[in-house]
């Protein structure tokens, strides 16, 4: 987990920017210290310019920095994404990357205060974000996620074999579930996945870490998506299934999920997007429960999580079985 800075140390940071001719950064400023996820560390900076949000990375995650920067920059024109101001790979005082952008109004969603319609504007956004054939940057090309259902596929046979080589398989109950998991795995290949589906398709640029978490609401009328560390090239619908079957989005009202993927597959230029969403609503309750159990597995020595506050250990079993019922009940 990354160390948090001294607000003042932040102060000193932004008065050397000042003095290179940051023009941001010019007079008096107010730091004060934001939540910023399991690894980062997040500060709004008030100056008399404007608001800003300065990230401080991990000293070894520079390729995050350059991923965000980037992304940000080819996004400057779409509304609802923020825009950087100023990308330090090893910034003076902090001796870490630092990443500084323009403050976007509003606060975090909660999942089950989602409405169809906020679903529709975000789901705009990334509709917008995948249409870019052209990623701009060498930074941004780099895959970052699954381009077909058999990348899925081949991620947990692979999570299942270090789990059986794990000492946790000594307890009866760990070994137990392994073996419901290995069974709902064994499903899917007895399902079409319809791989011709994918015969010609080429990855876009996504988002790649799509959840609500990353999601801020200003109004009734208005979200931006922010975090864009992860973005680089997957398959843009494994990214939008892939946010309604996150565990932070289990807490939707109910019928939104169907309504909004719907919406996403008329807006798509792909004619075979619904049946590409089908699959992928087939594979996804089961990778979340062999990364739930990896997790569970790792437990103490994780350098990530898919929350941004840590998950007691309990509270991870109780979401494993969640989804062992919703692969159930996808796998029918």
């Given at each position: 987990?990354n160390?948090?800075?001294?607000?003042?140390?932040?102060?000193?940071?932004?008065?050397?920017?000042?003095?290179?001719?940051?023009?941001?950064?010019?007079?008096?400023?107010?730091?004060r210290?934001?939540?910023?996820?399991?690894?980062?560390?997040?500060?709004?900076?008030?100056?008399?310019?404007?608001?800003?949000?300065?990230?401080?990375?991990?000293?070894?995650?520079?390729?995050?920095?350059?991923?965000?920067?980037?992304?940000?920059?080819?996004?400057?024109?779409?509304?609802?994404?923020?825009?950087?101001?100023?990308?330090?790979?090893?910034?003076?005082?902090?001796?870490?990357?630092?990443?500084?952008?323009?403050?976007?109004?509003?606060?975090?969603?909660?999942?089950?205060g989602m409405?169809?319609?906020?679903?529709?504007?975000?789901?705009?956004?990334?509709?917008?974000?995948?249409?870019?054939?052209?990623?701009?940057?060498?930074?941004?090309?780099?895959?970052?996620?699954?381009?077909?259902?058999?990348?899925?596929?081949?991620?947990?046979?692979?999570?299942?074999?270090?789990?059986?080589?794990?000492?946790?398989?000594?307890?009866?109950?760990?070994?137990?579930?392994?073996?419901?998991?290995?069974?709902?795995?064994?499903?899917?290949?007895r399902?079409?996945?319809?791989?011709?589906?994918?015969?010609?398709?080429?990855?876009?640029?996504?988002?790649?870490?799509?959840?609500?978490?990353?999601?801020?609401?200003?109004?009734?009328?208005?979200?931006?998506?922010?975090?864009?560390?992860?973005?680089?090239?997957?398959?843009?619908?494994?990214?939008?299934?892939?946010?309604?079957w996150?565990?932070?989005?289990?807490?939707?009202?109910?019928?939104?999920?169907?309504v909004?993927?719907?919406?996403?597959?008329?807006?798509?230029?792909?004619?075979?997007?619904?049946?590409?969403?089908?699959?992928?609503?087939?594979?996804?309750?089961?990778q979340?429960?062999?990364?739930?159990?990896?997790?569970?597995?790792?437990?103490?020595?994780?350098?990530?999580?898919?929350?941004?506050?840590?998950?007691?250990?309990?509270?991870?079993?109780?979401?494993?079985?969640?989804y062992?019922?919703?692969?159930?009940?996808r796998?029918?």
């Amino acid at each position: 987990m990354n160390h948090q800075p001294a607000p003042e140390v932040v102060s000193r940071y932004l008065v050397r920017l000042a003095s290179d001719g940051h023009a941001f950064a010019a007079g008096r400023h107010r730091v004060r210290p934001m939540a910023g996820g399991f690894n980062n560390r997040i500060y709004e900076v008030d100056t008399g310019n404007g608001s800003y949000l300065l990230k401080v990375y991990p000293h070894d995650r520079v390729r995050c920095l350059e991923r965000e920067y980037a992304a940000m920059g080819r996004l400057s024109a779409l509304e609802g994404v923020p825009v950087a101001v100023s990308a330090d790979a090893r910034a003076a005082g902090l001796n870490a990357p630092v990443l500084i952008y323009e403050k976007l109004p509003g606060s975090p969603v909660e999942p089950a205060g989602m409405t169809r319609e906020d679903l529709e504007q975000l789901l705009g956004i990334v509709t917008r974000v995948h249409g870019i054939q052209d990623p701009g940057d060498s930074v941004l090309a780099r895959p970052v996620g699954p381009s077909r259902p058999e990348d899925c596929l081949r991620y947990m046979d692979e999570r299942l074999r270090t789990l059986s080589a794990s000492t946790a398989m000594n307890d009866p109950s760990f070994r137990q579930t392994a073996d419901r998991l290995r069974d709902l795995r064994r499903s899917l290949d007895r399902m079409d996945l319809r791989p011709a589906l994918w015969a010609d398709a080429s990855p876009r640029l996504c988002h790649g870490d799509f959840r609500p978490a990353n999601v801020i609401k200003a109004d009734p009328d208005r979200v931006a998506l922010v975090d864009w560390e992860h973005a680089g090239i997957m398959d843009p619908f494994y990214e939008v299934a892939g946010f309604f079957w996150h565990p932070e989005s289990l807490g939707l009202e109910a019928g939104l999920r169907e309504v909004a993927i719907a919406g996403y597959c008329e807006r798509s230029a792909d004619p075979r997007a619904s049946g590409k969403m089908e699959v992928y609503q087939a594979i996804l309750p089961v990778q979340w429960c062999v990364r739930v159990l990896s997790l569970i597995e790792g437990y103490g020595r994780q350098a990530v999580q898919p929350w941004n506050e840590p998950r007691p250990l309990e509270a991870l079993w109780e979401d494993l079985e969640s989804y062992i019922g919703l692969a159930a009940q996808r796998l029918v």
